[in-house]
C-alpha cells in the first residue's frame, strides 16, 4: 500500500484510498476537466473537496500541493517509474492522464499534436476570456461603471465561440469522429457560459449551430454527467 504521508495536504484532506490517485478539485470549468477525464478512462481514484468558497486553496496543506493556490491538483500514487507523482493545472493533468492511459489522444504524432493545440487553445484563450466576462456580467464587475471592461470580453468570447463554431463544422467532436481531451477541456467552459454565468444572449450563443450540437452530445455522454458533479460541492 503507497505511503502518501510525506505529503502535507494528507494531513487535512486524508487518503482513505492512498494506492488510488487523489484528486482534489471542486466542480468548476477547470477542475470537472479532471473528473470527466478520470471517468471516461476508468482510472480508479479518490476525490477530495476543496471549498474555494471558504478559501481552502490558501491553506498551508493545499499550497503544498500546487503554490498557485489554484484547483485542480492531483497525487498519483504510481507516477512514472511507479514513484509518486504531484501535478497541478488542469490541462498538464489531463495530459498526463491521456498519456497514462492511453486513451482520448491520438497517437499520430500530427493527430496527437493537433488535439493539445486544442487543449492549449482553451487554456490560453477560452477560459481567461469566459471566465472574465462572467466576473463582469454574473458578478461584481457589473458594478463597475465602466463599461469597456466588460464589452471586450464580450467580444472576444463571442468570437472565441465563433472559431469553434467553424471548426465543428462537419465534425462530431473537435478532432473530428474521435472524442479526445480537446472536448473535455472545452465542454465545461461552453456550459458554464451559457448557464452559471447566463451569458449566452450576450454572445449571441443562439444563433450558432455546431457548438450547440456538440455540446449537448457532450453534455449527453455518462462519463460527463458524473463529472460534472464530482468532487461533491460543500
Given at each position: 500500500?503507497?505511503?502518501?504521508?510525506?505529503?502535507?495536504?494528507?494531513?487535512?484532506?486524508?487518503?482513505?484510498?492512498?494506492?488510488?490517485?487523489?484528486?482534489?478539485?471542486?466542480?468548476?470549468?477547470?477542475?470537472?476537466?479532471?473528473?470527466?477525464m478520470l471517468e471516461e478512462t476508468g482510472l480508479p481514484y479518490e476525490p477530495h473537496t476543496i471549498d474555494i468558497?471558504?478559501?481552502?486553496?490558501?491553506?498551508?496543506?493545499?499550497?503544498?500541493?500546487?503554490?498557485?493556490?489554484?484547483?485542480?491538483?492531483?497525487?498519483?500514487p504510481d507516477g512514472p517509474g511507479g514513484q509518486p507523482l504531484v501535478l497541478f493545472e488542469s490541462g498538464a493533468i489531463l495530459l498526463y492522464l491521456a498519456e497514462k492511459t492511453g486513451?482520448?489522444?491520438?497517437?499520430?504524432?500530427?493527430?496527437?499534436?493537433?488535439?493539445?493545440?486544442?487543449?492549449?487553445f482553451q487554456m490560453a484563450a477560452v477560459g481567461p476570456m469566459f471566465g472574465q466576462l462572467g466576473y463582469f456580467?454574473?458578478?461584481?464587475?457589473?458594478?463597475?461603471?465602466?463599461?469597456?471592461?466588460?464589452?471586450?470580453?464580450?467580444?472576444?468570447?463571442?468570437?472565441?465561440?465563433?472559431?469553434?463554431?467553424?471548426?465543428?463544422?462537419?465534425?462530431?467532436?473537435?478532432?473530428?469522429d474521435d472524442y479526445t481531451i480537446a472536448d473535455i477541456a472545452l465542454l465545461g467552459w461552453v456550459r458554464n457560459l451559457i448557464g452559471f454565468y447566463g451569458a449566452g444572449d450576450l454572445v449571441a450563443y443562439s444563433e450558432l449551430t455546431h457548438v450547440p450540437a456538440w455540446l449537448e452530445r457532450g453534455l449527453a455522454r455518462p462519463a460527463v454527467q458524473r463529472g460534472l458533479t464530482i468532487p461533491a460541492r460543500p
Open positions: 500500500m503507497p505511503d502518501l504521508s510525506a505529503f502535507p495536504i494528507t494531513k487535512r484532506w486524508p487518503a482513505t484510498h492512498p494506492d488510488r490517485l487523489q484528486l482534489y478539485s471542486l466542480p468548476t470549468p477547470n477542475g470537472v476537466k479532471v473528473s470527466i468558497g471558504a478559501s481552502e486553496t490558501w491553506t498551508p496543506e493545499f499550497l503544498s500541493l500546487n503554490p498557485n493556490g489554484k484547483i485542480p491538483a492531483i497525487i498519483d486513451k482520448l489522444l491520438p497517437t499520430d504524432p500530427a493527430r496527437r499534436y493537433e488535439t493539445i493545440q486544442w487543449v492549449f456580467h454574473k458578478f461584481a464587475g457589473r458594478e463597475i461603471e465602466d463599461k469597456r471592461p466588460q464589452e471586450r470580453y464580450r467580444a472576444e468570447s463571442q468570437r472565441l465561440l465563433g472559431v469553434l463554431e467553424g471548426r465543428l463544422a462537419g465534425r462530431t467532436w473537435i478532432m473530428g
